[in-house]
């Protein structure tokens, strides 16, 4: 039961971004459409997944001191695999993901896992920790991207990653009445922070709910 | 006249911060304080600058002859550390005060997105060297002018009466987000 925890507290509890609010970066900018949050979301599991499995292998041998450097050569090296990768087998969604594919190196997810949790921890608790924080983030652009591709075009769509001409499905709701601005950074800056409120306003009512009770 | 536009276009146009997301975490955690944001740009600015000459010197003149253009990352994200390490150093010796309450957002200099980030787009976009050092300063000048009016902005936030629900992080996200309005305004004028 124990090792479901590790893998749930990255979903919810200790969601990265909603929660810690790490790898911001990332996850305003590539969430102006719904394919573009799949296929980051992916990118971020296989890198993360990867980075966990191999620090935790190596945690007892990499020296304390210059431990950094080492995670993010580490980190580095995978994350130019996955972006050759991307660039052979989804060239469409490696184009529109830009240089955002790279500058997962410098996502704080990643590093901060490694040294938080995959450099203290074996290697099932670090891949099932990699696990549930990589499909926390991808949940958390994923309800980025839905409102900002639902306000923004007045639609919804998902293409297939590999073969862009392949619609999964397309619908349109309201694209007459559609407020651009939500695609725009502005858009992705009000998004995150409304969806912050709402989170913090149940938190607020779960405590008053408490404190109530308490009273009682 | 086209280094002055693209200086101009790169400092408030296409300013990273607002337009490209790059750098939002040292944005949201240092910027409590305007001398602490002032300071957070001028080291952003010494890493970026350096930072730009000494990879796009690296990418021309070692990799490309080499053909080993694959390392860029690795390359990048060495230099860029080293270069944090170099800048926390020289703080900790000549100012203890300033190295003391920038505290452990100088290291993360490093996972800086803008910094990686200039250095990628000088490759991607295939500036000469003269540009790519002027890109290297108008970014990072283009940083500390945000981050700076948005300290400012969020010293008077904490004094204002926001909704509960609002407060901390969420009301600084939207704030964020009137700021992009006005860049994008600017965008419009050009």
């Known amino acids: 039961m124990k090792k479901f925890d590790i893998f749930k507290k990255g979903l919810f509890a200790e969601n990265p971004i909603f929660v810690l609010l790490l790898g911001l970066c990332s996850s305003l900018a590539i969430t102006t459409s719904l394919t573009n949050a799949i296929g980051m979301g992916m990118a971020v599991i296989c890198v993360l997944l990867m980075s966990n499995f191999i620090i935790s292998l190596l945690r007892k041998i990499i020296p304390n001191e210059i431990r950094i450097p080492v995670f993010i050569v580490i980190i580095a090296t995978l994350v130019k695999c996955v972006q050759m990768i991307m660039n052979a087998y989804t060239p469409e969604l490696y184009e529109s993901l830009g240089v955002f594919i790279p500058l997962i190196v410098v996502n704080c997810i990643i590093l901060g896992r490694a040294e938080s949790f995959a450099s203290k921890n074996g290697v099932l608790d670090s891949i099932l920790d990699a696990l549930g924080m990589g499909l926390g983030y991808t949940l958390a652009v994923v309800i980025i991207s839905f409102f900002r591709e639902l306000i923004g075009t007045g639609g919804l769509s998902l293409y297939n990653p590999f073969d862009a001409s392949q619609v999964i499905f397309q619908v349109s709701f309201f694209s007459d009445y559609a407020i651009s601005l939500f695609t725009q950074p502005a858009g992705a800056f009000m998004t995150l922070g409304t969806i912050l409120a709402f989170i913090q306003f149940l938190k607020v009512r779960k405590a008053n709910k408490a404190k109530k009770a308490e009273v009682k | ?190």
């Open chain 2, 1 to 190: 006249m086209e280094l002055v536009s693209l200086f101009v276009g790169l400092t408030f146009v296409n300013n990273v911060v607002l337009s490209k997301f790059y750098a939002i975490c040292p944005l949201l955690g240092v910027s409590k304080k305007p001398k602490n944001a002032l300071n957070m740009g001028y080291a952003v600015t010494f890493v970026i600058f350096l930072a730009s000459i000494i990879t796009y010197l690296l990418y021309y003149y070692v990799l490309t002859p080499l053909e080993i253009t694959y390392l860029d990352l690795i390359t990048f994200i060495l230099v860029i550390a080293s270069l944090v390490q170099f800048v926390e150093m020289f703080l900790k010796k000549t100012s203890p005060e300033i190295y003391k309450s920038m505290g452990v957002y100088l290291p993360l200099i490093t996972t800086n997105c803008a910094v990686l980030g200039v250095a990628l787009d000088n490759i991607s976009a295939g500036y000469t060297l003269i540009e790519a050092m002027v890109a290297g300063l108008a970014v990072p000048i283009g940083f500390t002018i945000v981050i700076y009016v948005f300290a400012t902005i969020r010293e008077r936030l904490d004094i204002a009466s926001v909704p509960e629900s609002f407060k901390g992080t969420p009301i600084a996200l939207i704030t964020a987000g009137i700021m992009a309005c006005a860049i994008a305004g600017i965008a419009g004028l050009v």
